[in-house]
C-alpha cells in the first residue's frame, strides 16, 4: 500500500490591504464626475428629451421637467448632495452619518437606471433613437459618468478566498461569482455610522415629522402615477433612493428616533394617512387606499397569529369573510334573510364577536397540531368555508347567503346623521364616498394597531414569542400552550372580522368569490400571508407597508397582461432571497438571518487542510 503525497506550497501572500475603486479611475477624479455628473443630469431635465408629444408626460417642455423627468431629477438631486456630502461640505454631514461613497453609487446607479430606462421606452415607443432631442443624450451621457465615478470611489477590497487546485472547471466557476459578490458586497458597504448629536425632545419629534409628510408625498405620488411607465420609474427611484438613505445610515437614525418616540410616531402616521383623501382632486384613488387599508388591517390581525404565536395559517381570509357575511346580514340589505338592521357600532361587535366564535371553534381541536398538519388543517377551513357559503343558495343548502350571487345592496352606513354614501365638504375639501370609508377604515386600523401593540408588549404577548421561538421549551417553563395559541387565534380572527364589517358596506356585495386562498386580486389567504413576510413579521408597520406594497404593485402592472403574476411572483422571490427578514423586520428577526459566522481557522479542500 502507498500513500501519494504532495511537497507542502509555499503559501500565496494575499493582499488584504488593497484600497481601490472598481474602475480604475483615480478616486479624485471619479468623486468630481459623480457630483458633477449628478448637476448635469439635473440640467438635462430641464431640456427637452423628445421632439413629439406621444410619448407619456411630454418631454418635449424647455425649462419645466415632466413625467419621467422628474424622477430623474430627484435622483440626480441626491446624488449631487451625496457627491457634495462626500467632499465634507459643511451643513451636508447629517445626510451621511455612515458615510457618503456607498450612497452615492446606489443613488447614481439608481439615476442611471431610471434614464437609461426612459430612453429605451422612447425608443422602443416611438422607433428608435432618432426620437431623442439633445436633453435625452446629455441625460444618458451624464447619468453615465456618474455612474462611472461612483464606481471608482475606493473601498477595502475583501481578502480573496483561496480555491482547491483540485476543483473541477464548474466549481472554479461558482467560486469566481462568490468572489464577484464578495467584492460588490464590499463596494457597497456602509460605514459605521457616527454619534448622533443630542437633539431637544421637539428637534427630533421634528424630524419624525418630516419623515413622515415625506413618506405621504412620495406614496401620494406613487398611486397618482397616471401611466405605466411612470409607475415603473417611480419604482426604480424610489427603490434606490431608500437604499441610497439606509446605506448614508437615514434610515437607522429615523428609526431610532421613531422608537424612542413611539406614541408621537403613530399619533403622527395616522394623522398623515388622515390627510391622504384631502390631497386626492376626485374619488379615484381614495378607492385604492379604502381597500389598501382593509387588506393592510386583515395583515396585521394575521400577524399576530403567524408573526407573534408562530402559528401557519392558510386559511385566515375566511375570517375576514365571517365578518363580512355577518355585518351583511343585519345590514337591512334586502338580500339578507333577516329583516335587521343594526346601527355599525353594533354589527361590528357582532361581527368581530361572531369571527372570535369561529376562530375558537376551528383553534380548539386543531391548535394541538403545529407546523405542516395545523397549515393543512388551516387551508381546509378556508375552503370549507368558501363552499359551504357558495351551497347556502336554498338549492344545494339553506337559503341563508343567497349562494354564488352573495348579499347584495348593502345599504351605506349613516353614523349620526352622516351619510357615507354622499359628498361632504370639510375645511373647504370635499371628500366623497370612497374618501369617507377610507377615513372610517383609518379608525378601524388604529384600533388594529392599539390592540396589536399592548397585546405584543403584554405578558401573553411575551408567551406567543416563547411559543413562536421554542414551543418545547415554553411549555417546560409553565406556560399553556395550547391557552396561549388559542388566544392568538381568537384574537386575530376577531380583527379580521371586524375589518370584515367594514368592507362589506364599500363593496355593496358579498360573495364567496372574494373570499379565495389565492387570487389575483387581494386580500386572499395567499397575499396575507406573503404581506406579513414580506412586511416583516412581528411589527407592526411592517405588515401595512406590505399590504400597500402588494395591493398596489398588482394593480399597477396589469399592462404586462398574462406576465403580470410572473413578474411580481419573481420580484417577491428575489426580496425574499436578498432580504428574507422582510422590510422592515423587527431586531430578533434581523440577527437571526444576518448573524456574524466566524470563519473557519483553516480552509478545507478536496486534499485536506
Excluded: C
Amino acid at each position: 500500500m502507498t500513500t501519494q503525497t504532495t511537497a507542502p506550497q509555499t503559501p500565496r501572500k494575499v493582499d488584504t490591504g488593497k484600497h481601490a475603486g472598481l474602475i480604475g479611475i483615480p478616486p479624485q477624479l471619479g468623486r468630481a464626475l459623480a457630483t458633477g455628473g449628478g448637476a448635469l443630469t439635473i440640467v438635462s431635465t430641464f431640456l427637452a428629451w423628445t421632439w413629439t408629444s406621444e410619448f407619456p408626460g411630454d418631454l418635449t417642455v424647455y425649462g419645466y421637467p415632466g413625467g419621467l423627468q422628474v424622477l430623474v431629477l430627484v435622483g440626480g438631486l441626491l446624488t449631487t448632495l451625496l457627491g457634495l456630502a462626500s467632499y465634507g461640505v459643511k451643513g451636508l454631514g447629517w445626510l451621511v452619518p455612515a458615510g457618503a461613497d456607498g450612497a452615492l453609487k446606489m443613488a447614481a446607479l439608481g439615476t442611471f437606471t431610471t434614464v437609461w430606462y426612459t430612453i429605451i421606452a422612447i425608443a422602443a415607443q416611438l422607433g428608435g433613437l432618432v426620437n431623442l432631442e439633445p436633453g435625452g443624450y446629455l441625460a444618458v451621457l451624464t447619468s453615465l459618468a456618474a455612474l462611472l465615478g461612483a464606481l471608482a470611489l475606493p473601498f477595502q477590497w475583501p481578502a480573496p478566498e483561496q480555491a482547491d487546485p483540485e476543483d473541477t472547471f464548474w466549481e472554479r466557476v461558482l467560486h469566481h461569482i462568490r468572489g464577484m459578490r464578495a467584492v460588490l458586497k464590499a463596494a457597497l458597504a456602509t460605514g459605521t455610522p457616527a454619534a448622533a448629536r443630542k437633539l431637544p425632545a421637539y428637534a427630533e419629534i421634528l424630524v419624525i415629522v418630516a419623515a413622515l409628510a415625506l413618506g405621504l408625498i412620495v406614496f401620494t405620488y406613487g398611486i397618482g402615477t397616471e401611466y405605466d411607465e411612470l409607475f415603473i420609474g417611480f419604482l426604480i427611484t424610489a427603490g434606490f433612493g431608500f437604499a441610497a438613505a439606509a446605506k448614508a445610515g437615514l434610515v437607522g437614525r429615523v428609526s431610532a428616533l421613531t422608537a424612542k418616540h413611539r406614541n408621537v410616531t403613530m399619533i403622527g402616521a395616522f394623522v398623515a394617512a388622515a390627510a391622504f383623501p384631502f390631497t386626492q382632486s376626485d374619488d379615484r384613488y381614495a378607492t385604492i387606499g379604502v381597500y389598501i387599508l382593509i387588506f393592510a388591517t386583515v395583515a396585521l390581525g394575521l400577524n399576530i397569529v403567524v408573526g407573534l404565536a408562530g402559528l401557519l395559517d392558510l386559511g385566515y381570509v375566511a375570517f375576514l369573510g365571517v365578518g363580512a357575511y355577518t355585518a351583511a346580514m343585519v345590514s337591512g340589505s334586502p338580500s339578507s334573510p333577516f329583516d335587521v338592521q343594526l346601527p355599525f357600532w353594533a354589527s361590528a361587535i357582532v361581527g368581530a364577536a361572531v369571527a372570535m366564535v369561529f376562530g375558537v371553534i376551528i383553534g380548539a381541536p386543531t391548535l394541538r397540531l403545529r407546523g405542516d398538519y395545523l397549515a393543512i388543517v388551516t387551508l381546509g377551513f378556508g375552503e370549507i368555508f368558501r363552499i359551504t357559503v357558495l351551497n347556502m343558495d336554498g338549492t344545494s343548502g339553506p337559503d341563508i347567503t343567497n349562494g354564488s350571487n352573495g348579499i347584495s345592496s348593502i345599504p351605506n352606513l349613516n353614523i349620526l346623521g352622516f351619510d357615507f354614501g354622499q359628498e361632504h365638504t370639510i375645511a373647504g375639501f370635499t371628500i366623497a364616498r370612497f374618501a369617507n370609508y377610507f377615513l372610517l377604515m383609518l379608525l378601524i386600523t388604529l384600533i388594529v394597531v392599539i390592540v396589536f401593540r399592548r397585546s405584543s408588549d403584554s405578558r401573553i404577548g411575551r408567551a406567543w414569542i416563547a411559543i413562536r421561538e421554542d414551543e418545547t421549551a415554553a411549555l417546560a417553563m409553565g406556560i399553556n400552550g395550547f391557552r396561549v395559541k388559542l388566544i392568538a387565534f381568537a384574537l386575530g380572527a376577531a380583527l379580521a372580522g371586524l375589518a370584515g364589517t367594514v368592507q362589506a358596506h364599500v363593496t355593496y356585495t358579498v360573495t364567496p368569490e372574494q373570499y379565495q386562498f389565492a387570487h389575483v386580486v387581494p386580500p386572499n389567504s395567499a397575499f396575507l400571508l406573503a404581506a406579513v413576510v414580506l412586511g416583516g413579521m412581528g411589527t407592526i408597520s411592517g405588515p401595512l407597508v406590505g399590504a400597500a406594497l402588494l395591493y398596489l404593485i398588482p394593480a399597477k402592472l396589469q399592462f404586462l397582461g398574462d406576465f403580470q403574476l410572473f413578474a411580481f411572483g419573481l420580484a417577491l422571490v428575489l426580496l425574499m432571497r436578498f432580504r428574507p427578514e422582510g422590510l422592515i423586520p423587527n431586531r430578533r428577526r434581523q440577527l437571526e438571518f444576518h448573524e456574524d459566522k466566524t470563519e473557519a481557522p483553516t480552509v478545507l479542500g478536496k486534499a485536506g487542510a
